[in-house]
């Protein structure tokens, strides 16, 4: 399976500004997803980003917010921007592992606390 | 839509005790299931999965058997550990089309387990 570089793993943020998160995979990926997990809850998908074409984004998450960079089959970016305190999450990164039905890989998270 | 639903934590037990975290899922078509773990302050890890009906994923002592006339597929371990304190995500990966798959998670359980 994958294994994905995820970082920084922690970051203490001031609000109104912004942070990036990168995932670096070993293996060359279609999709790589971005997922939030707040605190004590399970994980909600942010959006989908796919290389070379404008990421998707899920019900309730906008680009202006979290834009997305997926410049080539083993990298992307996501950006929290702006930030507030109910941006204080997990963001974690994952990829499809030999297809979707087989798995996903899970970078190890972005714990952000934004104060 | 797809959905799962797992037993509410968080669930405490001794050292050696059986374990059992109940999920149920509702989908459409042929899902693949999964076990989710996530150890205090990491990433999610992939515990175990099965792909069809009646078959049985197991790892590190864990066991889940894919049940699709009960739509279960709940997460069993005979003798568990103090190392095994974490939260647990039962999910759920199905087609949705175009090439691409969902993935659905539980609330997660957190287990302690107290020497």
């Known amino acids: 399976s994958a294994v994905i570089s995820q970082k920084p793993s922690r970051d203490i943020c001031q609000r109104g500004t912004s942070l990036t998160i990168q995932c670096q995979v070993d293996s060359q990926v279609t999709m790589m997803f971005w997922y939030r997990q707040q605190p004590g809850q399970s994980l909600t998908l942010i959006a989908t980003a796919n290389q070379g074409s404008e990421a998707t984004y899920e019900s309730g998450f906008v680009i202006d917010k979290f834009p997305i960079s997926r410049p080539n089959l083993t990298f992307s970016t996501l950006t929290v921007s702006n930030m507030s305190p109910e941006d204080s999450s997990i963001y974690l990164c994952s990829v499809e592992d030999m297809g979707g039905l087989y798995g996903y890989t899970f970078g190890s998270g972005t714990r952000l606390t934004v104060v | 839509g797809n959905s799962v639903t797992q037993m509410e934590g968080p669930v405490t037990l001794s050292e050696e005790a059986f374990l059992t975290i109940n999920c149920t899922y509702t989908?459409?078509?042929?899902?693949?299931l999964f076990w989710y773990v996530q150890y205090p302050g990491e990433g999610l890890q992939l515990l175990l999965k099965?792909?069809?009906?009646?078959d049985k994923g197991s790892n590190k002592g864990f066991e889940a058997t894919y049940r699709k006339e009960t739509t279960s597929f709940h997460l069993e371990k005979g003798s568990v550990q103090v190392s095994d304190s974490a939260v647990y995500f039962c999910a759920l990966s199905s087609y949705s089309g175009a090439g691409s798959y969902q993935l659905t998670f539980g609330k997660g359980t957190k287990l302690s387990v107290i020497p």
């Open positions: 989908a459409t078509g042929y899902p693949s």
């Open positions: 099965a792909t069809k009906a009646d």
